[in-house]
């Protein structure tokens, strides 16, 4: 049967229409001018779905829903409903309901009540956007159904204790951007998801028992969390977010009450078990982020029950060292992220991160490392080395722990060495590593061997020299038959020769660079293939750069920063400088076959 549909929004309604078929089941009258809520409903008893979202609703008739017998879904989101509450009537049964929005609505605490009295079927409540500050043991009572709830954006300060014992069926709940300052007994067993970030909690502990947690889902990031929190024994936790806290230890106490509660929880749940491990073992855990914290270091064996791990971030801490070691491996880690803390040291011992691809290394004071340590990962494909002060090692035999070796590497892919103060780069740096994607940017100085890139002609799709002061290219780019970026932008290159083979060269940055010349054979070689040339900032001739200029002429190529794009040609005693694409325009300059003669 045909779902029959009411649109009726944005129509400056300030009553319900009363011309609706009785046959109804979806009705939209969101963003209208309706006060009161009457009697009119009960001609609509088909209706399904109904929106009321942005309305000016201060009153509901008590009892109005009572007969509506398949409304299953109703939107009361932002409106006036505080007034009505203050009035301390409920608005009785909503005995088919399963979604509830009552989101933006001012209320406060307890005015919930009088909406969720009788709702049996209610299985989705929001309640978002209000000025709740208090959750008492009354509130859900009357709707034991519940499997979502999302409180966030209140400013809850209290949770009664027992408020979601009712609640046999809640999976989610979502308290995010509230005031809670902490959350002690923790025993919502059959619960999948928590957020509670962006609020003030220093600290989180679940209840001590030896039962089963269903949680699957926690999110603490963005609160004052000073140690690593006391989660469920028996837990299937699979992501963890503790981003944006204070931690400064991964052990769930200070060292103090670390004691006391050790004895306390080897006294309940380790009688027959040696070796107990606290915090507790995360075996399920797959994504684990305790970025931006002040955490100073980190020891192997914190890992050592989480061997699902696939992703891990510990970026923008104080970490001075970090270690992977046998006895905690992480062989089903994917990502590791340890950018922007103050490493001097990293070791990945043998046989350990098999599966790990992206290893992320930025911004630290990475000087000195074991040569081959990024050799022993199997699996790597990314490597962001950027901001360190690494140099990379040659073809040596010996071994020299003065750089790290970047050749043979076969499942490399994306390495990015940006802002290394590289002094050189040698011959055969890169051999058997199957590089797409190269940044050397912002290296100043950098000497680059003209056999640097061997063994990269088959697969280096794009290149960054940008910012390295170069004032000659020793390596023929045309070489690289499947590079098809390159940036070379903000150096001192005075011309740009490629050699007779036909390139792959899509686009191209010379932007800030002395280039006068840009030679016909170079131009001759990438026409086929270029799509977008940068050629802003540079002393061009207009005299030498006549192919060039046919080029705009013709929009052959697109030049994005084309109004930056100059050339110079003498006038009398004075050089002028012009516009590129308006030198065809400009009457005292006639292009010839013989270049510009003046008029």
């Known amino acids: 049967?045909?779902?029959?549909?009411?649109?009726?929004?944005?129509?400056?309604?300030?009553?319900?229409?009363?011309?609706?078929?009785?046959?109804?089941?979806?009705?939209?009258?969101?963003h209208n001018f309706l006060q009161n809520l009457t009697d009119i409903l009960p001609f609509y008893p088909a209706i399904h779905q109904f929106s009321l979202h942005s309305n000016r609703i201060q009153f509901i008739q008590p009892g109005l829903f009572r007969t509506m017998s398949h409304l299953q879904v109703l939107d009361l989101s932002r409106n006036q409903l505080d007034l009505y509450a203050a009035l301390k009537i409920p608005i009785g049964p909503l005995t088919s309901v399963q979604e509830l929005d009552l989101s933006g609505n001012g209320l406060y605490t307890d005015m919930s009540d009088y909406f969720l009295g009788d709702a049996p079927a209610l299985t989705?409540?929001?309640?978002?956007?209000n000025s709740i500050t208090k959750i008492g043991k009354s509130t859900f009572i009357g709707s034991p159904a519940l499997r979502n709830i999302d409180l966030h954006n209140n400013v809850i300060l209290e949770i009664e204790e027992g408020t979601f014992d009712s609640l046999q069926h809640l999976v989610e709940l979502d308290l995010s951007m509230n005031s809670i300052s902490c959350i002690t007994n923790f025993n919502l067993y059959h619960l999948n998801s928590l957020n509670l970030s962006k609020n003030s909690m220093m600290s989180f502990q679940s209840v001590i028992t030896d039962q089963d947690f269903q949680?699957?889902?926690?999110?603490?990031?963005?609160?004052?969390?000073?140690?690593?929190?006391?989660?469920?024994?028996k837990n299937k936790l699979i992501y963890l977010d503790l981003s944006?806290?204070?931690?400064?230890?991964?052990?769930?106490?200070?060292?103090?009450?670390?004691?006391?509660?050790?004895?306390h929880r080897d006294e309940l749940m380790c009688e027959h078990r040696q070796n107990c491990k606290f915090p507790p073992e995360l075996c399920k855990l797959l994504y684990l982020d305790l970025s931006y914290n002040q955490l100073k270091s980190?020891?192997?064996?914190?890992?050592?029950?989480?061997?699902?791990?696939?992703?891990?971030?510990?970026?923008?801490?104080?970490?001075?060292?970090?270690?992977?070691?046998?006895?905690s491996p992480l062989n089903k880690l994917k990502t590791l992220d340890l950018s922007f803390n103050n490493l001097q040291n990293l070791s990945f011992g043998n046989c350990t991160l098999r599966k790990l691809e992206a290893l992320y290394l930025q911004g630290n004071s990475l000087s000195t490392l074991h040569p081959g340590i990024f050799q022993v990962l199997p699996s790597i494909k990314t490597l962001h080395l950027q901001q360190n002060q690494l140099s990379v090692c040659g073809l040596e035999k010996h071994l020299s722990w003065s750089c790290v070796y970047l050749s043979y590497i076969p499942t490399l892919q994306y390495l990015y060495l940006s802002e290394n103060v590289l002094l050189s780069l040698p011959a055969h740096a890169f051999q058997c590593s199957q590089l797409l994607?190269?940044?050397?940017?912002?290296?100043?100085?950098?000497?680059?061997?003209?056999?640097?890139?061997?063994?990269?002609?088959?697969?280096?799709t794009q290149l960054s020299l940008r910012g390295n002061q170069l004032q000659t290219l020793s390596t023929d780019l045309s070489l690289l038959r499947y590079l098809k970026v390159v940036d070379l932008s903000s150096n001192r290159l005075t011309s740009l020769l490629l050699g007779s083979r036909d390139t792959a060269i899509e686009s191209l940055n010379l932007q800030n660079n002395?280039?006068?010349?840009?030679e016909a054979h170079t131009l001759e070689t990438l026409e086929s293939t270029l799509r977008s040339l940068y050629m802003g900032s540079n002393p061009l001739s207009c005299c030498r750069n006549m192919h060039l200029i046919e080029l705009v002429q013709q929009n052959s190529v697109q030049i994005p920063d084309i109004a930056l794009v100059t050339c110079k040609y003498r006038k009398d005693t004075e050089y002028v400088e012009i516009n590129l694409r308006n030198v065809q325009k400009n009457k005292n300059i006639l292009i010839s076959e013989h270049g510009l003669v003046l008029l």
């Open 215 to 233: 949680l699957l889902y926690l999110d603490l990031r963005e609160n004052k969390i000073h140690y690593f929190p006391m989660l469920p024994s």
């Open 244 to 263: 944006r806290n204070q931690l400064h230890s991964v052990n769930s106490t200070d060292a103090d009450e670390e004691l006391q509660c050790q004895k």
């Open 1 to 30: 049967m045909l779902k029959r549909v009411a649109n009726c929004t944005n129509l400056n309604l300030t009553s319900i229409p009363h011309w609706l078929p009785p046959d109804i089941h979806k009705v939209d009258l969101s």
């Open 514 to 518: 002395s280039v006068v010349t840009l």
């Open 298 to 327: 980190i020891p192997p064996d914190f890992f050592g029950s989480m061997v699902a791990l696939e992703l891990l971030n510990i970026s923008n801490n104080c970490l001075e060292s970090f270690m992977v070691d046998q006895g």
């Open 124 to 129: 989705n409540l929001s309640l978002n956007g």
């Open 437 to 460: 994607i190269l940044d050397l940017s912002l290296n100043p100085g950098v000497e680059i061997n003209a056999h640097a890139f061997s063994g990269l002609e088959s697969s280096l």
